[in-house]
């Protein structure tokens, strides 16, 4: 029998997947041309899924062949990439805070997204942008991998010594990176956008990739349970059975892989894996079994309006800045709010 926690939490979980739904509805509609939904519905659903899936072209079960181009082609890849990237990086930053218990974590905080901002400008600078995503992924991985061969000593990895080394690695590859973008010449126009992060040149290709982000968040839910008992300190943790080094290692690679594939995607995008936890835990508690599925859709659906709102007002403009104009205020208000309690 579900108790009022549960209830309550069961209610906000009902409310997010709606409020998900429903934005994917806007944001499919709502853009440079607004589109009503009448117009991409299919008027035989069952065909034009089918057609859809095996790569053929389904306008014909559309009312609307013009609107389906639109919205199957440009903005469905798109919603779909912002939805995931968003999930992912709420995701990876929930176990970030878990692993080392302090809500001002993210996905980022060892590094990662230094290491993909060096394999990024790497391939712009020396290749002219081909592989691009994958230097990308590499970096983000490669950091935390190196993060954690550095901080390890006797086979543990403490949670400080982690932190440390990902700062002080971080700030390394910034350094190289700034070498690069003081020598990239024409190309330093394109280390900067992609350094904002955005959905421009998003396909159905990156979606393909970018569902292995459920497969790495599907792993994270499920050791939420060890992500509880670990937050009571790894000594108790150890005492309930938990292999904490382990454990670590595979939150950090899990939620490394998650943030390489979000970055290789859309580039670097701050504030989502941030706030969204941080909200989240406010809204349903700590209970990371509740935390991480919940984070994830209101990440999803925070970063796919960001996408929106600058696709459609905004020229399309790297929705980093959004996600950055909005989060860092009201993290900032988060902050004053609870020293005030």
Partial sequence: MLTGTGRRNGAVALVLVCAM????????SIGPTTIPV????????????????????AAPFFPDA??????????????????LVGAGLAAAGTAMQGLFRNSMADPYIIGTSSGAALGAAVAIVFLGGMFLPVFAFVGA??????????????????????????????MFFSAILSFLMYSAGKSLHQIVYWMMGGFWTVGW??????????????????????????????????????NVETFKRILLFV?????????????SIGFIGLITPHVM???VGPDHRVLFPTAMVAGGIFLLWADTITRTFLGDMPVGVITAFVGAPFFVFLLRRRSKV
Avoid at 38 to 57: K, M, Q, R, T, Y
């Fill in 255 to 267: 939620s490394s892989f998650i943030t390489g594939i979000a970055v290789a995607i859309a580039g």
């Fill in 38 to 57: 009448s117009s991409f519905v299919p008027s035989d659903l069952s065909s034009a899924l089918s057609a859809l899936l095996s790569g053929e072209n």
């Fill in 141 to 170: 991985t490669g950091a935390t991998f190196l993060v954690y061969a550095l901080a390890t000593r006797n086979g543990r990895a403490p949670v400080e010594t982690l932190l440390l080394t990902g700062v002080a690695l971080s």
């Fill in 281 to 283: 835990r406010l809204v």
């Fill in 21 to 28: 739904l429903l934005s994917l509805v806007l944001a499919l």
């Fill in 66 to 83: 013009t609107a389906y181009l639109i919205v199957y082609s440009v903005r469905l890849p798109r919603v779909l990439a912002a939805l």
């Fill in 205 to 242: 290709g990156d979606i393909y990739l970018s569902l292995l982000i459920i497969a790495g968040c599907f792993i994270l839910i499920v050791y939420a349970k060890d992500l509880n008992v670990l937050s009571l300190g790894e000594e108790d943790a150890v005492h309930l059975g938990v």
